[in-house]
């Protein structure tokens, strides 16, 4: 004989079941270990995410305004530099040498190249760089050329006269063990998203 049960009936076998496994220690115990296994695994996938995939960082300073302004949030993608080397004109995340901040810049030169700073205009490779972009002002003191190093780049801050960046001997070119990754976009606040 098929007996049939109705909702009310079914419902009310679901609460004796969940008052059975209340009192059940083992049950209780297994249930918390899951949950903590859950949320173990949750929390290793987000740290691992942020520290080799993406990450958002908030601008703190002026020195690549008014491309970014002090406060916005960026979203700094870290993979690209696995397979690739960073480029002229690109927007990095990087560590100073004995830093344990990150800064933003602007690479302006790769490997070999030659920069120099002379009547308030960079030089690249013995041609005046075009930064009309994003700077139009001129930079206050100068810099006798010096070739980027293998395995570096030169960096700048967009706010050329409030930026310490490659040009103090301090910091110099970044290695690019130094560079953690590229920025694509602001992401806040939303009136001001834009990407890279």
Same mark, same amino acid.
């Given at each position: ?17 969940? /008052? &059975? ?11 918390? @270990? ?16 942020? &520290? ?12 690549? *305004? ?9 979203? $700094?993608?870290?993979?690209? *530099?696995?397979?690739? @080397? ?8 990087? +560590? ?5 901040? /990150? ?13 120099? =700073?002379?009547?308030?205009?960079? +030089? ?9 972009? +994003? ?40 290695? *690019? ?5 590229? $920025? @694509?976009? $602001? =992401?806040?606040? $939303? ?6």
């Amino acid at each position: 004989m098929d007996r049939k049960i109705d909702k009310k009936q079914l419902n009310r076998l679901r609460k004796n079941a969940e /008052t &059975l496994h209340e009192k059940d220690e083992a049950f209780k115990k297994a249930s918390d @270990r899951d949950f903590a296994l859950w949320l173990l695994i949750v929390l290793v996938a987000a740290f691992a995410v942020r &520290l080799f995939l993406f990450e958002p960082i908030r601008v703190s300073g002026d020195s690549m *305004y008014d491309t970014l302004i002090d406060g916005e949030r960026m979203f $700094v993608e870290k993979v690209s *530099y696995w397979f690739e @080397r960073p480029q002229r004109g690109e927007i990095i995340i990087c +560590y100073y040498p004995n830093h344990t901040t /990150t800064c933003v810049k602007r690479v302006i030169g790769v490997p070999g190249d030659r920069i120099a =700073i002379l009547g308030g205009e960079i +030089y690249l490779n013995g041609e005046k760089l075009d930064e009309s972009a +994003y700077w139009e002002d001129i930079i206050w003191s100068d810099m006798a050329e010096i070739t980027v190093p293998e395995d570096c780049v030169f960096v700048m801050g967009d706010n050329r006269n409030g930026s310490s960046d490659s040009r103090n001997p301090l910091v110099g070119p970044i290695p *690019y063990n130094r560079v953690v990754g590229r $920025v @694509r976009s $602001v =992401i806040w606040p $939303v009136a001001r998203a834009r990407t890279f």
